[in-house]
């Protein structure tokens, strides 16, 4: 089981999504400051066009204009967010909204996949495995054999530990693991327990 390029493609549709849903969210914060504080747009329009006169002065390289009104920019900045407070609004009530701060709902940091990117692939891995649910009740926590007694129980606590330990260490050595024995012994929980393990680890299964 791998992941294709359509599915790769469907992730990053998600976080596009994500961008719009929240730009939408943020316009209508925006709308609802404009209508209940008609002096924030005015201040905003006002700190734009000084952006616009500080950038001007700093190409012409005039230092201490572009000084002046960079005081001049925070002056109004901090009136914005006087005129926030003061209407019942949260001093950070129009900053951007992201469903992940750490990538800003692009899926990546410098280049790297994000954390919820990874987040993301492992669900579609789960997705294409069908084993979801069951991966749900069959794992390593906690450890589980209840219809197992005397020397049973034994054999399968020692198969439990060696399924344990390969999980862990899987991706660090070649090493295969084969398990035997008759019907009941648990010999699928424990493959699926492992399936589970590696699939979080990022990596693609084959399950037959």
């Known amino acids: 089981m791998s992941l294709t390029g359509k599915d790769y493609n ?10 719009m849903e929240n730009r939408h969210l943020l316009n209508a914060k925006k709308e609802e400051v404009y209508r209940r504080i008609p002096k924030y747009k005015t201040v905003e329009d006002k700190i734009s066009s000084l952006s616009a006169e500080r950038t001007r002065a700093m190409i012409v390289k ?15 900045v901090r ?14 009530y129009l900053e951007p909204v992201y469903n992940c701060p750490i ?8 280049g790297e996949r994000c954390s919820c990117f990874k987040q993301a692939l492992l669900e579609k891995l789960y997705e294409q495995s069908h084993l ?3 991966l749900i ?18 054999q399968f606590e020692k198969a ?11 991706g660090e050595k070649g090493q295969n693991l084969c398990f035997s024995g008759t019907v009941g012994t648990g010999k699928t929980f424990l493959s699926n327990c492992i399936f589970g393990e590696v699939l979080n680890m ?3 299964c084959l399950s037959f």
């Open 10 to 19: 469907e992730i990053l549709a998600g976080y596009e999504a994500v961008r």
């Open 132 to 134: 979801k649910e069951k």
């Open 160 to 170: 439990y530990a060696k399924a344990r330990n390969f999980a862990d260490h899987f």
């Open 103 to 110: 990538c800003k709902d692009t899926g990546f940091v410098n």
């Open 202 to 204: 990022g990596y693609s």
């Open 62 to 76: 005039d230092d201490a204009l572009a000084d002046r009104i960079k005081e001049e920019i925070e002056d109004n």
């Open 137 to 154: 009740a069959e794992n390593f926590h906690p450890l589980q054999h209840d219809l197992q007694v005397g020397e049973a129980a034994r």
């Open 79 to 92: 009136d914005l967010k006087l005129l926030l407070t003061e209407a019942g609004f949260s001093i950070n």
